[in-house]
């Protein structure tokens, strides 16, 4: 069910990706340090129609910080002996993988656990004795009497120890079928200084297809200036951090190395992170003076769709 990556990487300049969380522990590794979401863009070219995507999106713009003391996707960080359950439901069962998940008697839920909210309401959760993160989209509690537990619109597992992508044409808890939690902004990174890995947002209209790493898209038009599922976008390295808080300076470095990649459809140019009371709102707030034509579209793909490899990086 699921695809590893084309390539077997024998050389690589960036360092591992360690998750400083307090419940992961210092050198937890959320997938390996060849995995696409870890590579350093900033050597890249710039993708010919670069202009017309951003244009597509919006060139006057603006990006917004997606997360913050009380808004973000949460996630929770579980042991190997919490125990699994199979959701009773879904609604697009055959992209899912429909193994049980470790999912804790209150989780966190998206938007919060009340029933009525409505939203993307996601269930991120990482065993980290296991080193596997299980993933739900469209989570809500089931109680009718007949059955018990939870519903959800879709799901994916990932094993964090290898670079295994979903089938081709499967989507995942995120339209684009990449993990959510990978590609989020979390505030032990930020207050180590560095973010190692590439920044999920949304755009309001994407095309008909995907790029590697994505493996599913939700378009509905074949418009070649439209972005597809897994476009990489990077931030200007001309761009000047100059009057940016502490916090949106750290977030401004990993945009110009490691980039954005499109995961799913939602407001224009809205980056995720993860909810956490001690970030600092004023200071995320900021990023909003970062602009659409801020932005670059980078060739991540050649002519036949495979990935291009980061300088340093090598395949057999």
């Known amino acids: 069910m699921k695809r590893a990556l084309p390539f077997a990487a024998v050389a690589l300049l960036a360092a591992a990706a360690l998750a400083d969380d307090s419940d992961l522990g210092p050198k937890f590794q959320v997938f390996p340090a060849d995995n696409p979401w870890h590579w350093d863009i900033s050597g890249y070219k710039v993708h010919p129609n670069s202009a017309k995507f ?11 910080a ?52 409505d939203g993307d309401r996601h269930v991120l ?33 990932f094993n964090l120890r290898t670079n295994d992508r979903r089938k081709e044409g499967w989507t995942s808890a995120d339209a684009a079928g990449l993990s959510v939690f990978a590609g989020l902004v979390r505030y032990e990174e930020v207050d180590r200084g560095v973010i190692d890995h590439a920044i999920r947002f949304t755009v309001r209209k994407s095309a008909k297809k995907y790029w590697f790493p994505a493996s599913h898209h939700a378009g509905r038009a074949d418009d070649p200036n439209l972005p597809p599922m897994g476009m990489r ?51 995320l ?8 034509s801020d932005f670059e579209v980078i060739e991540s793909v050649d002519a036949k769709g495979k990935p291009i490899l980061p300088p340093g990086m090598k395949a057999k």
């Open 66 to 117: 997606d997360w913050g003391t009380d808004f973000g996707i949460p996630y929770c960080v579980v042991t190997g002996k919490q125990a699994k359950q199979k959701i009773v439901e879904w609604e697009y069962g055959d992209e899912c993988d429909k193994d049980p998940y470790p999912i804790p008697d209150k989780p966190p839920i998206e938007g919060g656990p009340d029933a009525g909210a």
């Open 54 to 64: 951003v244009e597509s999106i919006g060139a006057d713009g603006t990006m917004h």
């Open 125 to 157: 959760i990482v065993d980290r004795d296991n080193m596997m993160l299980y993933e739900l989209w469209h989570v809500f509690p089931v109680d009718d009497g007949k059955k018990k537990g939870w519903k959800a619109g879709s799901g994916a597992i």
């Open 285 to 292: 707030n900021g990023l909003k003076k970062v602009k659409g």
């Open 233 to 283: 976008v990077r931030l200007k390295a001309s761009f000047d951090d100059k009057g940016f808080g502490k916090q949106s300076k750290v977030v401004i470095a990993a945009l110009k190395k490691y980039g954005g990649i499109l995961a799913d459809n939602g407001s224009d140019w809205f980056f995720t992170g993860a909810v956490d009371k001690r970030w600092k709102d004023d200071d």
